[in-house]
């Protein structure tokens, strides 16, 4: 007998031994399982005892695996569960207990479902939120971390009315240096260490600052309810495996990269049939297999779903669908149906894809798309479609098809613009008495030569260059004190670049684009003004009904002011 016995023994003491289960102490109903119980010392025998209920299938097993402290399970149920400690013999003397080991046999409940709040895309330093809910009514639920069943989360639950059951667990803040994967289980009080099903498995993905992949689609960004789908990550840095998130979803999608040539790589996701619920903005990253890191995100990318929202509108073309190479096109989408916007497409450009808000002009809700100048890159068949704020992601029926034929000299390629790219002077042309009204359909802006100044760089209210010189030419006017006057302008001067576009279905993308076609520098675009005469009895905004029929044949104020 060692010394060390011999004192110990003279104590009246052992020290504890070694309790641990393998595989883990979480294990599903029906698997096997082995509770390991180590002593050390010299050890003559082993028992294995269970916290408030006896362990009777301990009895059944062999008497040459317990001496050796291995207490085998072939088949977890239900009976099994509970709290466990053991204890060994040496020279006479029973050690102390060891540590409590909780064996948990899952599987007795549905599953719950586990998911990030509000996304799980979290940002490197930040802390996460995860919810874990269930319609069965858990005192509790367990949060484990994927290879961490022995140190779980464990909260209690709260309650909803209708049965709902749910969780709130917070995750320390996380980082892309590892992997951030989680299961969770729900049970009840009574019956502790019998728990649920596992819910599915979910990970966090934490974007690094590595290269950002692309995302492409095919066969276009609209899609049709039914239709095939694939999105594309690729990048040239040899990811070998990608993620797609669409923003708002409780998860995201994993495939590894597929390397057509060295350095080159790709995923590539299917979607379909295409459903409502496909309809969003995605982005992609990627990753190395050795590393947990994930890349910077792809810029988004939107998905819209046809079909969705009642109504059609309808798509008409100025001057004509035939035109010469350098004219100045403009495609207008009008509906009866109310929508917040409209989106044109043209066909076979998978990215020419334009958006406009709305506005509304008597009967029928519009938008104008100019192409300026048009060249033979805009020859095509055009569609547009309507969309509403509440989910921008759904659009409308199709238009008719529009055929866009342009003749003449090829230009080079180009996309459909909003705004002009040429400078020029700026000119006022009064268009007639109160006889005489803008072109239907079109804005009347301004009611005074004073609010005239703030309509164009130069005028009053802007700091810019003032004009030197104006030049006006008139007849004789009528001298009928309430004539109100409409000034047709036309603008040019160079078109503003915008440095990194939103997203098309943004809100700052859409007042960027009702803020490009208000002000538009076109030398071919057209605004008319009210203009006030200083013999004007009272403030008219606005021309009689009655003058919305051909103007009578009667004299007429003209002129023309330039601006140098």
Request: hydrophobic letters at 30%; charged letters at 20%; proline letters at 10%.
């Amino acid at each position: 007998m060692t010394p060390i016995l011999t004192l110990l023994i003279c104590l009246g003491t052992l020290p504890k031994p070694t309790l641990w289960a393998e595989p883990g102490s979480v294990i599903s109903e029906g698997s096997p399982v082995t509770l390991r119980c180590q002593g050390s010392l010299q050890v003559q025998d082993y028992r294995l005892q269970r916290e408030k209920k006896t362990a009777s299938w301990v009895r059944r097993i062999q008497q040459e695996l317990v001496k050796k402290g291995y207490f085998a399970i072939a088949s977890i149920t239900w009976e099994h569960a509970g709290r466990y400690r053991c204890q060994y013999y040496s020279h006479s003397w029973w050690s102390e207990l060891s540590d409590p080991l909780e064996l948990v046999v899952t599987g007795a409940y549905s599953k719950p479902t586990l998911s990030a709040l509000p996304s799980p895309v979290v940002a490197s330093g930040w802390n996460a939120t995860l919810q874990c809910g269930s319609r069965v009514a858990f005192d509790n639920f367990v949060l484990c971390k994927k290879g961490e069943d022995e140190h779980p989360q464990c909260l209690n639950s709260h309650f909803h009315p209708r049965g709902w059951s749910w969780a709130v667990f917070s995750v320390v803040p996380v980082s892309p240096s590892r992997r951030w994967s989680y299961q969770c289980y729900g049970y009840i009080s009574s019956a502790p260490y019998v728990w649920s099903l596992p819910s599915d498995l979910l990970e966090l993905l934490v974007p690094g600052v590595s290269k950002k992949p692309s995302l492409s689609v095919q066969p276009g960004p609209v899609v049709a309810p039914g239709d095939k789908l694939t999105l594309q990550c690729g990048s040239d840095t040899g990811y070998n495996r990608f993620a797609l998130y669409e923003e708002g979803e409780d998860d995201f999608l994993q495939r590894p990269g597929r390397q057509p040539q060295a350095g080159l790589s790709r995923a590539n996701f299917l979607l379909g049939p295409v459903k409502r619920s496909h309809g969003g903005q995605y982005r992609c990253y990627g990753a190395h297999n050795l590393s947990s890191e994930w890349s910077a995100p792809s810029d988004p990318l939107d998905i819209l779903i046809s079909r969705q929202i009642r109504g059609t509108p309808f798509l008409s073309v100025q001057p004509g669908p035939k035109v010469v190479s350098g004219e100045n096109v403009t495609l207008l989408c009008q509906s009866s149906w109310q929508f917040h916007a409209f989106l044109l497409t043209q066909a076979g450009a998978a990215d020419a894809h334009l958006h406009l808000r709305s506005m509304y002009k008597y009967p029928k809700y519009q938008a104008e798309f100019p192409i300026s100048p048009v060249t033979s890159a805009h020859a095509g068949t055009y569609r547009c479609y309507g969309s509403r704020s509440s989910n921008p992601y759904l659009l409308s029926v199709p238009s008719d098809p529009l055929e866009l034929v342009v003749s003449g000299p090829s230009g080079g390629p180009s996309s459909p613009t909003t705004g002009p790219t040429s400078t020029c002077g700026k000119s006022l042309r009064l268009l007639g008495s109160e006889g005489v009204r803008p072109p239907p359909g079109q804005d009347v802006i301004g009611s005074s030569w004073e609010q005239w100044g703030k309509l164009i760089p130069g005028g009053q209210g802007d700091s810019r260059t003032p004009p030197t010189s104006v030049s006006v030419q008139q007849r004789p006017p009528d001298e009928d004190p309430q004539t109100v006057t409409y000034a047709q302008v036309k603008h040019c001067g160079p078109r503003r670049e915008m440095a990194s576009p939103p997203s098309p279905l943004s809100e700052e993308f859409l007042d960027t684009k009702d803020t490009q076609a208000a002000a538009s520098e076109d030398p071919q675009d057209v605004t008319y003004a009210q203009l006030q005469s200083l013999t004007l009895r009272r403030e008219a905004t606005e021309p009689p009904p009655s003058q919305e029929r051909a103007p009578p044949v009667e004299s007429s104020v003209y002129a023309t002011l330039t601006i140098h």
